[in-house]
């Protein structure tokens, strides 16, 4: 990934909230996927500028530049004044000063390329005031990149479950049974229909991310009939797939970049899932069999062929679940960077490019319980898992959500998959 993105320096958007991958974001969404935005400062390099919606602590800043060995006098972190919207990019625009700021910024950087969290149209519109090229777009602007409708035909349209779906039929690879539901009508009548073969049923919005609203529904329930009529009566004004439920014993997930030669392995992993939705990774898969990991490997590069030729370029996941019994299905694209992006930059920085063959990785968040992150690295510090460089493992607080929404975010890394986990049981015993 360091490869791909090139030395140049990056005005780096951290556009977590986008229509491209929520339908109808509420207040709980927007806050959820904010509060872990502040890590972007871990994928920056010097002479890099990142705009968050919430901003970075100052004490993080100092904190992340230390620990990757930077200057934080040569790294720019800004935050609209005000937020008019739910999209960081239109309150960019909106704020006149910063504006005036990062055109300054940008002229004093040749050779400076975008790097939004999600190309959208609102991300776009920014990229067109700024003029300035797309990373990993081979020098390609907005505008180019708009008369290719790469972003309305593949971004918008693969971030929908339902389109993501029928391409990867398409390519060979398996996904459960669903049908697309757009009224409380035909939702009930799915929904029974699926039930009178199926145990259990999960539905989830079309156009959704990190399984945010993911519902599950089991036949055996004495109420099933009162659950299916009372989602029937929450249901919003977008569309909903539902689909037979796999019981979920992994969930693996493989990260690609596509190039401008195609797409590029970033790194594989299991998703750490609660209530269905994701709080974290493994890297490497702890226990994945090998069938499996080949299976959702080849399944994410012929995706990824596929975006390649339809001439998308940047970051991607393909995400699925596996059973005991080695049943597999892919569930769903992100094409963007991911919660995983910034870790997989740490990991190469610190413990260099062949870390997936030397290291385990852990990844989550944690409840702060009324800690400050001094207290905690004090801690870290007294009970010798904070990383340190000549030891090559321990923990690195990567987001301070104590003012937003009370979680620390960390990963952790050790040489073998059971230190990692005992240095997991001292962190989460320490709070």
């Known amino acids: 990934m360091l490869k791909l993105l090139g030395t140049q320096p990056r005005l780096i958007i951290g556009n977590v909230v986008s229509d491209a991958v929520m339908d109808q974001p509420d207040d709980d969404y927007v806050q959820r996927m904010e509060a872990g935005m502040p890590r972007k400062v871990w994928t920056m390099r010097e002479g890099d500028i990142l705009i968050t919606s919430v901003a970075v ?32 990019t239109e309150n960019i625009l909106a704020d ?29 519109a920014l990229a067109q005031e700024l003029h300035i090229p797309i990373s990993l777009y081979g020098g390609l602007y907005a505008e180019d990149i708009q008369k290719k409708a790469i972003v309305e035909n593949i971004i918008y349209q693969m971030n929908r479950k339902s389109h993501f779906r029928n391409t990867m039929v398409e390519l060979g690879a398996h996904v459960a049974r669903g049908h697309v539901v757009t009224s409380p009508q035909t939702f009930i009548q799915v929904a029974t229909d699926h039930l009178k073969s199926s145990t259990k049923i999960i539905i989830k919005r079309d156009r959704g991310s990190n399984g945010y609203g993911h519902t599950v ?27 037979d ?10 990260e690609l970049a596509v190039a401008n030669d195609g797409p590029h392995l970033l790194y594989p992993c299991d998703q750490r899932c609660l209530n269905n939705s994701w709080v974290g990774m493994s890297i490497p898969p702890l226990d994945l069999p090998a069938s499996l990991h080949t299976a959702i490997t080849n399944a994410a590069f012929s995706f990824g062929k596929y975006l390649y030729q339809a001439g998308y370029r940047g ?33 190469t920085r610190l413990l260099g490019e062949d870390y997936l063959t030397h290291y385990w990785t852990l990844a989550e968040s944690i409840r702060t319980n009324n800690t400050s992150f001094a207290t905690l690295f004090e801690k870290m510090e007294q009970a010798q898992i904070a990383f340190r460089p000549e030891k090559q493992e321990g923990v690195i607080i990567t987001a ?6 009370g979680k620390f ?21 320490l709070l």
């Open 217 to 243: 529904i089991d036949r055996n329930d004495p109420d099933v009939n009162s659950q299916i009529q009372h989602f029937a009566s929450e249901m919003l004004s977008v569309p909903y797939i539902v689909e």
């Open 57 to 88: 602590p100052a004490h993080m800043k100092q904190y992340a530049c230390q620990t990757l060995g930077l200057n934080p006098d040569n790294i720019v972190c800004l935050t609209p004044a005000q937020r008019l919207s739910y999209f960081l």
């Open 245 to 254: 439920f796999l019981a979920q014993r992994w969930a693996p997930s493989i």
């Open 315 to 347: 970051v991607f996941d393909v995400d699925g679940v596996a059973n005991e019994v080695g049943n597999w299905i892919v569930t769903e694209t992100n094409l963007r960077t991911t919660g995983g992006t910034h870790m997989h930059i740490i990991l």
């Open 400 to 405: 301070d959500g104590t003012l937003t929404d």
């Open 96 to 124: 006149q000063t910063l504006m005036q700021e990062l055109r300054q910024l940008i002229q004093s950087r040749p050779g400076i390329e975008y790097y939004p969290f999600l190309l959208d149209n609102y991300a776009m």
């Open 409 to 429: 975010r960390y990963i952790l890394f050790a040489h073998n998959v059971e230190r990692a986990l005992q240095i997991e049981d001292i962190l989460r015993n």
